[in-house]
């Protein structure tokens, strides 16, 4: 299984709400990242998990609040956040953190983002 | 800081030609080289994984060279099909603070078009 699945796919809120976006992956993988993609550009990354311990954060607003409860899962919480806001937020998961060298990224299918 | 360029922005030719698409970056200090294919508003498809120690590696109809003394990857598509449309991004990998993972930095693709 060389998966990496992202719920919801779509998720459209509102400035006040508050709400999660969930991924998960079983190949034992211990190191997890959250990226944004705009439009038209380039993913950017957000977040680096390392064996469950944050260890980047790329002065990410603190609307944004990663959490991971175990090995298998990354989740992104959001609150208040902006229209501009708005983007494809991908996570995917790499074997090895400490051995960078020799290991691909793997990336879910996103969820879509909209705040009115 | 990393930035890494992609020449051509798009690419639009008919099928059954050979294609090369480019890549630079500017700090050769690297891990590794990721290239991805994305179709629209769709994630990150892993195409083929250059380690800084190698020059290039092979999948199917794609070709990878690495140079990283020049800051220079190349992807090579052999015999253009209808359904290799898609952008093409190429991301590099760096040692983050504490020896452990980063993330990708990627550059901002190249949009190409195969013509039936």
Redesign the interface.
Known sequence: DTEVT?TPKHLVMGMTNKKSLKCEQHMGHR?M?W?KQKAK?????MF?Y?YEKL??N?SVPSRFSPECPNSSLLNLHLHALQPEDSA?Y?C?S?QD??A???????????T?LTVL | KQEVTQIPAALSVPEGENLVLNCSFTDSAI??L?W?RQDP??????LL?I???QREQTSGRLNASLDKSSGRSTLYIAASQPGDSATY?CAV?Q???????????????THLIIQP
């Open positions: 992202q190191a990242y990226y550009k380039p993913p950017e990354l680096v390392s260890s980047i790329e494809l991908l995917a790499s953190p400490f960078s060298n020799r290991y691909e990224q793997f990336f879910g299918p996103g879509r | 891990y590794n990721q991805f508003g769709k994630g990150l498809t892993s994984l380690q800084s120690s991004l990998r040692r983050g603070s504490g020896g452990g993972a980063d993330g990708l930095t990627f550059g901002k693709g």
